[in-house]
């Protein structure tokens, strides 16, 4: 089984009008809603990949309601813990230049009571070789120690985490015993506290110091530039794609689902490369709101182009 842990999950609404402008009215042109939250996009796509998961985390009020009716639409399991505020409302404006403003919402406040009803849920499910997925922010609320504390859990089912997260959640989740990172070139240097133009070498080179008896696979995306899929004894080099950009939210979550498949499913490194490559890549052809197409990926994934450093 994959588990998906979303913390602070939401409702995503994609706006699109002709011209933001400022201290006026601004007409929405057309509007688009999806469930969102980095572990629940996992979970999206590995329902195209026909893998089944299950999502946990905080969900609350009506807002909440709508992701668990979305989730049940797409046959995708979930027991989340129900929190007593409403989940978050993201808004994203693109204007006809594609340009992108995004205004957040902080999430709901999550009680210590909450936190241990998500680790009980997760101690009952996690089984020995499953795949436990902590990706994204959390509430405010909730300390920056969770996903250490949730990775210590995995350990003694012996099972295996991938971390994708950003800030102190990246920094104090690699305390804890993390199997895989994903990190994009700005999360690390930040980490590293490395200005973004570093170059790749030394980003390789430090990158291996953080391989530890637990942390066995570090991929690093480098968004257009392609990727970088480092073990402590050989490094792969992906070419990016060449494809048409809709839009790249979700890329990453994408691209995640296909590391969690190869690893579950035990397939050998160069075919999870090639796979989550093209999930990714399928990511950011297709429209918000829409799903990855499997026939897409399959398309792509002969495309992928790699090699050993």
Same mark, same amino acid.
Request: proline share 3%.
């Given at each position: 089984?994959?588990?998906?842990?979303?913390? =602070?999950?939401?409702?995503?609404?994609?706006?699109?009008?002709?011209?933001?402008?400022?201290?006026?009215?601004?007409?929405?042109?057309?509007?688009?809603?999806?469930?969102?939250?980095?572990?629940?996009?996992?979970?999206?796509? @590995?329902?195209?990949?026909?893998?089944?998961? %299950?999502?946990?985390?905080?969900?609350?009020?009506?807002?909440?309601?709508? %992701?668990?009716?979305?989730?049940?639409?797409?046959?995708?399991?979930?027991?989340?813990?129900?929190?007593?505020?409403?989940?978050?409302?993201?808004?994203?404006?693109?204007?006809?230049?594609?340009?992108?403003?995004? %205004?957040?919402?902080? /999430?709901?406040?999550?009680?210590?009571?909450?936190?241990?009803?998500?680790?009980?849920?997760?101690?009952?499910?996690?089984?020995?070789?499953?795949? @436990?997925?902590?990706?994204?922010?959390?509430?405010?609320?909730?300390?920056?120690?969770?996903?250490?504390?949730?990775?210590?859990?995995?350990?003694?089912?012996? #099972?295996?985490?991938?971390?994708?997260?950003? /800030?102190?959640?990246?920094?104090?989740?690699?305390?804890?015993?993390?199997?895989?990172?994903?990190?994009?070139?700005?999360?690390?240097?930040?980490?590293?506290?490395?200005?973004?133009?570093?170059?790749? =070498?030394?980003?390789?080179?430090?990158?291996?110091?953080? @391989?530890?008896?637990?942390?066995?696979?570090?991929?690093? #995306?480098?968004?257009?530039? /392609?990727?970088?899929?480092?073990?402590?004894?050989?490094?792969?080099?992906?070419?990016?794609?060449?494809?048409?950009?809709? #839009?790249?939210?979700?890329?990453?979550?994408?691209?995640?689902? /296909? %590391?969690?498949?190869?690893?579950?499913?035990?397939?050998?490194?160069?075919?999870?490369?090639?796979?989550?490559?093209?999930?990714?890549?399928?990511?950011?052809?297709?429209?918000?709101?829409?799903?990855?197409?499997?026939?897409?990926?399959?398309?792509?994934?002969?495309?992928?182009?790699?090699?050993?450093?």
């Amino acid at each position: 089984m994959i588990i998906t842990v979303t913390l =602070n999950p939401a409702i995503d609404k994609t706006s699109y009008i002709d011209k933001l402008k400022i201290n006026s009215l601004n007409r929405i042109n057309k509007l688009k809603i999806e469930i969102g939250g980095k572990g629940i996009n996992v979970s999206k796509t @590995l329902k195209t990949l026909n893998e089944e998961s %299950i999502c946990l985390g905080f969900i609350g009020g009506y807002t909440g309601n709508l %992701i668990k009716e979305q989730l049940d639409l797409l046959d995708i399991k979930h027991s989340f813990t129900n929190v007593k505020e409403n989940t978050r409302v993201n808004l994203k404006i693109f204007d006809n230049n594609f340009n992108l403003t995004e %205004i957040n919402e902080p /999430g709901p406040i999550i009680s210590i009571d909450d936190i241990n009803d998500l680790t009980n849920k997760l101690e009952t499910i996690l089984k020995k070789d499953d795949i @436990l997925i902590l990706s994204g922010s959390a509430s405010s609320s909730i300390d920056t120690n969770i996903y250490q504390k949730l990775s210590k859990i995995a350990f003694l089912k012996q #099972s295996t985490t991938i971390l994708d997260a950003d /800030g102190e959640l990246l920094a104090n989740g690699l305390k804890g015993p993390i199997s895989v990172l994903k990190p994009n070139k700005f999360e690390l240097c930040t980490y590293l506290n490395l200005p973004l133009d570093t170059d790749n =070498n030394t980003l390789l080179k430090l990158s291996k110091s953080l @391989l530890n008896e637990n942390l066995k696979l570090i991929v690093l #995306s480098l968004g257009e530039n /392609g990727s970088f899929f480092i073990m402590e004894n050989e490094i792969y080099k992906v070419d990016k794609i060449d494809t048409t950009i809709v #839009s790249t939210v979700g890329a990453g979550d994408a691209m995640v689902a /296909g %590391i969690a498949y190869g690893l579950h499913n035990n397939l050998p490194l160069v075919e999870t490369i090639k796979l989550s490559t093209a999930c990714a890549t399928a990511s950011i052809k297709k429209e918000i709101g829409k799903p990855i197409n499997l026939d897409e990926i399959n398309k792509i994934k002969p495309l992928v182009k790699y090699y050993k450093l």
